[in-house]
């Protein structure tokens, strides 16, 4: 289905084109008078200038054309020259049967479905996940949903870390604690075990330890080096230690992410490409474009209209190492050869902003990737303590995701037991629930580029601009139908009444937007919007509701009509925590 404002302008164009004026004038908006009407068109304003009339004659002449229209209940020219604007009942229910009837309630299929591949979630290798963490798998999580939801063809790549010195430190870590491994034996020649030598566990505990004491043992730090080198260069122990590291580390992240609702596509990581370098490597050598500066091979990628600093893009060090930026870059390389995308979208801190721009210019200068191929960086913002400062633990230590999760989980359970008949099992179930809701609608609903706080007391609360308040609307809509079925009623009808309250208008005035929305969270890339949304849908809804007797109405039609808006209403906002990434309870 068309989209409200569309519908609306070209009613309204029709309006302006039938008085002699261009009909593009009739472009209509949502009101930013909501207590004088619904809608408006500021057309006659514009318009003024071209016809060299004022704008209330202008607005007055389109407003008496709208005489009789369809859709327009009310179009009043007002002073200097608006068209205030109100629907016509009849119409909006009209539409609203269109939208109850498609699956996806009025969006349409993007014309061109574009293929995406997103690069989310960021974890590392041998390194436990962090609140920084939960940022990147939330949003890039909900943008691959949005942009799926909407039809285009979407794939999402855990990129995990095991490139950089951290594989080194571990090496060394397990090296002196097992030097005697075959993994260590350069003249050995046979398989490698099957079996991990190690758990996450052992691997948690040696990676900081070994971090810890490179900083101030140099000759340890020289040997971390030397076996970030040799796993890099495909050293057979080296190289098979390391895939051992990725397995363990996959297995745990899995964990974490299942509680997380954050799937991938592909569990590939900087160290997937690692025969592409070489080859990259030579084809930016031999097209001129790389070059050899203090020993590195670096690109530049300077333009002449930066008014900032932005230093060349380093390929290889001069050890002939190479880093972040050469296992980006080759990975856009594998990444074109092997989808041909579209587009291709990155999730990170903000403060890699500056890098994101040296990798994106260093691919299109060196032509790694086509002109029309669309690279996208969300940068997004840190996530804050109440004191304002960067979330850390009561003692100021990282704070682990594992324990936020859980610590969100609690604080939930105890809501949930408060005053509630349930079990101890179901109000755990039902917790966990309602906590990943609290925490992924708590990141959500602020702009990505933002910091926010992250207020354990707010998140979790069943009032106010939360999660929990969402579905705490959903499990209220899901109650009365049941109660509605009970009572023998059909809850599949979807035959809607006339709109007659003004709640009720308002509510069903949101639904019909719900298709741009939707549009507009995609290609801005913008799960706030949907949050924003459905947020407003749950007020409107329950505005509504307050209004309204619904299952003691004694006129059956009627009764059956706010059934189907009600069923309609939780349809799109499941529809809507699903893209988020969260479900609903059937109570809490
Ligand atoms: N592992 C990185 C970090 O912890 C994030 C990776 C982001 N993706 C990328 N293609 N660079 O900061």
């Not at 380093?314 to 587009?343: E, H």
């Amino acid at each position: 289905m068309k989209k409200l404002l569309d519908l609306l302008s070209e009613e309204m164009g029709q309006a302006f084109e039938a008085a002699g004026y261009d009909k593009a004038l009739g472009k209509v908006g949502v009101s930013n008078r909501p207590d004088l009407c619904e809608f408006q068109c500021n057309g006659a304003m514009a318009g003024a200038k071209q016809y060299h009339k004022a704008p209330i004659m202008i607005a007055n002449e389109v407003a008496a054309k709208l005489e009789g229209s369809k859709v327009f209940e009310e179009a009043a020219a007002v002073a200097p020259g608006f068209l205030n604007l109100k629907l016509k009942k009849e119409f909006l229910r009209e539409l609203l049967e269109v939208v109850a009837k498609e699956p996806k309630f009025g969006l349409e299929a993007p014309e061109k479905p574009k293929k995406i591949v997103i690069d989310y979630g960021g974890a590392n290798v041998a390194k436990p996940l962090h609140v920084g963490h939960l940022r990147s798998a939330v949003i890039g999580g909900s943008v691959k949903r949005i942009n799926r939801y909407v039809g285009h063809e979407v794939i999402g790549d855990a990129h995990l870390g095991d490139w950089g010195l951290q594989m080194g430190l571990v090496i060394v870590g397990l090296k002196e604690r097992y030097p005697d491994w075959v993994y260590f034996d350069e003249s050995y020649e046979g398989e490698y075990p099957e079996e991990a030598p190690f758990t996450i566990s052992e691997l948690e505990k040696i990676y900081p330890a070994s971090s810890a004491r490179s900083k101030t043992d140099a000759e340890y730090k020289a040997k971390a080096m030397e076996a970030t080198y040799k796993y890099q260069q495909g050293v057979r122990g080296y190289w098979a230690l390391g895939m051992k590291i990725r397995e363990v580390s996959i297995k745990d992240l899995r964990k974490n992410y299942d509680a997380l609702n954050t799937q991938f596509e592909l569990w590939n990581g900087e160290s997937t490409i690692k025969d592409l370098i070489p080859e990259m490597v030579q084809y930016m050598k031999d097209g001129g474009y790389a070059y050899i500066s203090d020993g590195a091979l670096v690109v530049d990628v300077k333009e002449e209209t930066d008014t900032k600093e932005m230093p060349p893009c380093m390929i290889l060090k001069s050890d002939g190492a190479s880093l972040y930026n050469t296992t980006d870059l080759a990975t856009i390389l594998d990444r074109v050869r092997n989808f041909n995308p579209d587009q291709i979208i990155y999730l990170t801190d903000k403060r890699q902003d500056l890098y994101f721009q040296q990798v994106f210019r260093c691919a299109r200068k060196t032509k790694l990737v086509e002109p029309q191929v669309d690279l996208k960086w969300i940068g997004f913002g840190t996530v804050n303590g109440l004191d304002g400062k960067p979330f850390k633990t009561r003692d100021g230590g990282v704070m682990r995701l594992e324990q936020l999760i859980k610590d969100t989980q609690d604080e939930m359970y105890r809501k949930i037991r408060e005053g509630r008949e349930m079990s101890e099992d179901e109000a755990r179930k039902v917790a966990n629930q309602v906590a990943l809701a609290a925490l992924i609608y708590g990141d959500l609903s602020n702009q990505a580029s933002k910091d926010y706080i992250f207020d354990m007391e707010k998140f979790t609360s069943f009032e106010g601009d939360t999660g929990p308040y969402v579905l705490y609307t959903i499990v209220r809509i899901k109650s009365i139908l049941a109660k509605f079925a009970e009572q023998g009623g059909d809850v599949s009808a979807t035959k809607l009444n006339i709109v007659q309250s003004d709640a009720e208008k308002a509510l069903v005035m949101q639904l019909l937007q719900f298709n741009s929305m939707m549009e507009g969270a995609a290609t801005e890339l913008a799960p706030h919007r949907v949050c924003g949304y459905v947020y407003e849908l749950a007020n409107d809804f329950n505005r509504f509701y307050h209004e309204t007797k619904i299952i003691t109405e004694e006129d059956e039609t009627k009764k059956a009509g706010w059934i189907a808006l009600l069923s309609l209403t939780k349809n799109v906002m499941l529809d809507c925590i699903s893209v988020l990434g969260f479900e609903a309870p059937e109570k809490m």
